[in-house]
């Protein structure tokens, strides 16, 4: 089973600064999440990735296959960036089989970002 | 984007009683949809995945018959809890994946509070 870390586990930082969060993973994957998720509870999936680096906005994700690592920055933080971020991997290599049956996701638990104005 | 929605958002009931949850994908059909279970400051596990048409698949541990799903069309999974108990109070997210054959991304509804008393 794949066992996920993230950290830090809580950030707090000031409006502005530059976040980075790092989540590691102990097996081969074929895809790596980024989510989102607000007080209320629902989730957002900010980035799904295998390999490099995807950006959108002021949000960049890295991924190091070879070290099984990965990055979620945050440029120009804001206060509504607060949120906690959860690293989740699908464990495996390659495409499912035909028919269906995609795997579950393994989640890290969380980083607790408060940043404040 | 691919929106999925989950009813109810919040429900407050007696031990013993059942409820259902159901989660829909609105503009896509999906193929698989999973439920994970939340508890407070914990992560998302996962507690079964389901395909269109055919028996979920249980994540080890996870009761079957207590936590009851159906996968009856391709917008549209319900999770029951039966004989509901305290310990099942939770946050339930379903997600949605769509295009068998392939890993594609998941879809997160934004979940549903359940209070058992």
């Known amino acids: 089973k794949n066992e996920v870390e993230q950290s830090p586990q809580n950030l707090t930082a000031q409006e502005g600064e530059f976040i980075t969060i790092n989540c590691s993973y102990s097996?081969?994957?074929?895809?790596l999440h980024w989510l989102q998720q607000h007080p209320g509870g629902g989730i957002v999936s900010l980035f799904m990735?295998?390999?490099g680096k995807k950006k959108h906005g002021r949000l960049i994700a890295t991924i190091n296959i070879q070290e099984k690592h990965s990055s979620l920055h945050i440029t120009a933080s804001h206060p509504r960036d607060s949120a906690v971020y959860i690293c989740?991997?699908?464990?495996?290599?390659?495409?499912?089989?035909?028919?269906?049956?995609?795997?579950?996701?393994?989640f890290g638990k969380g980083t607790h970002l408060i940043i404040q104005p | 984007g691919a929106v999925v929605s989950q009813h109810p958002s919040r429900v407050i009931c007696k031990s013993g009683t059942s409820v259902k949850i159901e989660c829909r994908s609105l503009?896509?059909?999906?193929?698989?949809m999973f439920w994970y279970r939340q508890f407070p400051k914990q992560s998302l596990m996962l507690m079964a995945t389901s395909n269109e048409g055919s028996k979920a698949t249980y994540e080890q541990g996870v009761e079957k018959d207590k936590f009851l799903i159906n996968h009856a069309s391709l917008t549209l999974s319900t999770l029951t809890v039966t004989s509901a108990h305290p310990e099942d109070s939770s946050f339930y997210i379903c997600?949605?994946?769509?295009?068998?054959?392939?890993?594609?991304?998941?879809?997160f509804g934004p979940g549903t509070r359940l209070t058992v008393l």
């Open positions: 503009d896509f059909q999906a193929t698989t």
């Open positions: 990735l295998s390999s």
């Open positions: 097996v081969g994957i074929s895809a």
């Open positions: 997600s949605a994946s769509f295009a068998a054959g392939a890993y594609n991304e998941q879809f």
């Open positions: 989740a991997v699908r464990s495996g290599e390659g495409p499912l089989p035909s028919g269906g049956g995609a795997d579950g996701l393994t």
